[in-house]
């Protein structure tokens, strides 16, 4: 057996070393070609093989570029369809006016110049005139004042009956205006010209 295999080495010499050379350069080849583990170097890479998943966090934020500049603004849309129009409100109830009723009298109680609802002039007793107007004045507030310049040294009152309690008493459309002096005597002659106006 040993004679065989000796005589069997003599003849394949030359191809065993041959065959030895080839496998001991094949498996240097790969060792010095992949490195040590974990160091693929780039050229063992295929070109276009490798993901992102396979970079590292750092090679990932180095392919982040910096935000390009703002597009230009697109065309306005077309304009929407008008709204329904709401249902109108419930009108309010409309206030009250206030009143202004007036009266401009002539001195005496003579006449009765001109003004707004006054009707009549009454001289009830010397010392007071009745104003009558065309509608009731029984909650309206009566505001009177002389006529012109006169009378620098005369008073007017209004719906004074306690000086005559015996006069004819006012009704809901008057207002009697009563004359006095500065210490508050009737006057019953040259008796001054009033304004006299009432709000409703």
Known sequence: ???????????????????????GGT???????????????????VNGSLQTKDLSAKARK????????RGLTGAQGAKGAT???GVQGVQGVAGTSATKLF????ADCGSLDRGSGAISIDLNFAARC????????ASCLPVVSFK????????????????????TQLDANEI?????????ALITTNRPAFQLAVFC
């Open 148 to 167: 012109g310049t006169a009378g620098a040294s005369w008073q007017l009152t209004v719906n004074t009956t306690t000086d005559a309690p015996s006069l």
């Open 62 to 69: 180095a392919l982040k570029g910096n935000r390009g500049l």
């Open 83 to 85: 709204g329904a129009q």
């Open 1 to 23: 057996m040993t004679k065989g295999f000796l005589r069997f080495l003599r003849r394949n010499t030359i191809a065993l070393l041959a065959l030895f050379l080839a496998l």
């Open 27 to 45: 498996t240097y080849a790969a060792s010095t070609a992949l490195g040590p583990r974990n160091s693929v170097a780039s050229p063992q890479v």
């Open 176 to 184: 009697g205006v009563t004359y006095r002096d500065n210490a508050g």
């Open 103 to 106: 009266a401009s009298v002539g």
């Open 130 to 137: 009745d104003v009558r107007f065309n509608q009731s004045v």
